[in-house]
C-alpha cells in the first residue's frame, strides 16, 4: 500500500523532519455515534498512535470540540498534545493553557446555555453537551419533523449575542463558542510551536465545519489537509472515505517509517492519489 501522503511523510521523517500529525476525534478517529460517550476509540488505533508518539521527532496532537478532561479520557494516551473544546483549552506536555479571554466568555456561554437547555424540554431527543468554554445542541435523535423548528429557536435565541459567539453547524448539532480568535487552527499552530523543531511537516485531519481553521493552517503551514467522510470541508486537499481508512494509513506510516530505508521503496513510482487508503484529492 502506498500513497502521495505516505510518501511525503515518511519522506519528510527520513530527511529529519519533526512530523506533527494532529486529529480531529469525533467523525475523524471514530465513527460518529449517537451520543459522545459511546464514540470509543478503537483499540488497534489507540497502539497506533501510541506508537507513533514513541517515535522521535513525532508529535501527536488531538484537538476536538469535546472538553479538554474529556477528550484526554477518551483517547487513554498521556503524553500527547490535546486541545479541547475546539482549541480554547491546550494541554501540551502535561501543562495546561487557557486564555483570559476564554476564561472570560464562560459567564455569557454559561447563561445562553442555560436558556437554550430549558428550552429543549418541548424538543425530546434533542440535548446539550456542556463545555467548559461552550455547548454543543445535539438533534440526532430528535424527530426529523423537528430538526428546522429547533434550528430556528436556537439560533433566534443566540441572535441577541451573535457579535460575541462563534455558531457552527455540525452534522446534526450546533456548536457554540466564543468569538474570541481561537479555533483548531491556533491550536494547531500552538501545538507545531511547541514542537520547537526548525523543520516540520504537518498533517492535519478532520471531517466538520468546526475543521476548517486547522485544516487552512496546514495548509498555509506546507503540510496536508486531510478530509474524512463522505462529506469533509471543502478545503481539505485529500480525502480519506471514513475512520477505517484513517487507521489503516497511519498503520502503514508507522510501519514504513520504522522500517529500515530501502531506496528500492522510494524509486517505486506511486500510484495514483486514490489507489490504497482509500485516499482521493480534491482539485
Same mark, same amino acid.
Given at each position: 500500500?502506498?500513497?502521495?501522503?505516505?510518501?511525503?511523510? @515518511?519522506?519528510? /521523517? +527520513?530527511?529529519?523532519?519533526?512530523?506533527?500529525? =494532529?486529529?480531529?476525534?469525533?467523525? %475523524? #478517529?471514530?465513527? !460518529? &455515534?449517537?451520543?459522545?460517550?459511546?464514540?470509543?476509540?478503537?483499540?488497534?488505533?489507540?497502539?497506533?498512535?501510541?506508537?507513533?508518539?514513541?517515535?522521535?521527532?513525532?508529535?501527536?496532537?488531538?484537538?476536538?470540540?469535546?472538553?479538554?478532561?474529556?477528550?484526554?479520557?477518551?483517547?487513554?494516551?498521556?503524553?500527547?498534545?490535546?486541545?479541547?473544546?475546539?482549541?480554547?483549552?491546550?494541554?501540551?506536555?502535561?501543562?495546561?493553557?487557557?486564555?483570559?479571554?476564554?476564561?472570560?466568555?464562560?459567564?455569557?456561554?454559561?447563561?445562553?446555555?442555560?436558556?437554550?437547555?430549558?428550552?429543549?424540554?418541548?424538543?425530546?431527543?434533542?440535548?446539550?453537551?456542556?463545555?467548559?468554554?461552550?455547548? @454543543?445542541?445535539? /438533534? +440526532?435523535?430528535?424527530?426529523?419533523?423537528?430538526? =428546522?423548528?429547533?434550528?430556528?429557536? %436556537? #439560533?433566534?435565541? !443566540? &441572535?441577541?449575542?451573535?457579535?460575541?459567539?462563534?455558531?457552527?453547524?455540525?452534522?446534526?448539532?450546533?456548536?457554540?463558542?466564543?468569538?474570541?480568535?481561537?479555533?483548531?487552527?491556533?491550536?494547531?499552530?500552538?501545538?507545531?510551536?511547541?514542537?520547537?523543531?526548525?523543520?516540520?511537516?504537518?498533517?492535519?485531519?478532520?471531517?466538520?465545519?468546526?475543521?476548517?481553521?486547522?485544516?487552512?493552517?496546514?495548509?498555509?503551514?506546507?503540510?496536508?489537509?486531510?478530509?474524512?467522510?463522505?462529506?469533509?470541508?471543502?478545503?481539505?486537499?485529500?480525502?480519506?472515505?471514513?475512520?477505517?481508512?484513517?487507521?489503516?494509513?497511519?498503520?502503514?506510516?508507522?510501519?514504513?517509517?520504522?522500517?529500515?530505508?530501502?531506496?528500492?521503496?522510494?524509486?517505486?513510482?506511486?500510484?495514483?492519489?486514490?489507489?490504497?487508503?482509500?485516499?482521493?484529492?480534491?482539485?
Amino acid at each position: 500500500m502506498d500513497s502521495l501522503i505516505l510518501k511525503q511523510l @515518511t519522506a519528510a /521523517y +527520513r530527511a529529519g523532519q519533526q512530523l506533527v500529525l =494532529a486529529f480531529d476525534y469525533d467523525g %475523524t #478517529l471514530t465513527p !460518529l &455515534a449517537a451520543h459522545p460517550r459511546l464514540a470509543h476509540l478503537d483499540p488497534v488505533l489507540r497502539g497506533v498512535l501510541a506508537r507513533l508518539a514513541a517515535r522521535p521527532r513525532i508529535t501527536i496532537g488531538i484537538i476536538s470540540g469535546r472538553g479538554l478532561d474529556n477528550l484526554i479520557g477518551m483517547v487513554g494516551l498521556p503524553g500527547l498534545s490535546y486541545g479541547g473544546s475546539t482549541g480554547l483549552e491546550l494541554e501540551l506536555a502535561g501543562k495546561r493553557r487557557i486564555s483570559a479571554e476564554a476564561l472570560a466568555s464562560r459567564v455569557l456561554l454559561d447563561a445562553l446555555c442555560a436558556a437554550i437547555e430549558e428550552r429543549l424540554t418541548e424538543y425530546p431527543g434533542a440535548w446539550v453537551e456542556k463545555k467548559p468554554f461552550g455547548f @454543543t445542541v445535539h /438533534y +440526532r435523535q430528535l424527530a426529523t419533523d423537528r430538526f =428546522a423548528s429547533l434550528r430556528t429557536e %436556537t #439560533l433566534a435565541r !443566540l &441572535a441577541p449575542q451573535a457579535a460575541n459567539l462563534q455558531i457552527m453547524h455540525g452534522p446534526l448539532a450546533i456548536e457554540v463558542l466564543p468569538a474570541i480568535g481561537q479555533d483548531k487552527g491556533t491550536a494547531l499552530r500552538a501545538i507545531v510551536t511547541h514542537s520547537g523543531a526548525p523543520s516540520v511537516t504537518v498533517l492535519y485531519a478532520g471531517d466538520a465545519v468546526n475543521d476548517e481553521p486547522a485544516l487552512t493552517a496546514a495548509m498555509e503551514l506546507g503540510g496536508i489537509a486531510l478530509g474524512i467522510g463522505l462529506e469533509p470541508p471543502a478545503v481539505a486537499e485529500y480525502r480519506l472515505a471514513d475512520p477505517a481508512a484513517l487507521r489503516d494509513l497511519l498503520m502503514t506510516l508507522v510501519e514504513k517509517i520504522a522500517a529500515p530505508h530501502s531506496d528500492q521503496d522510494d524509486s517505486n513510482p506511486s500510484p495514483a492519489l486514490g489507489d490504497g487508503c482509500g485516499i482521493d484529492a480534491w482539485h
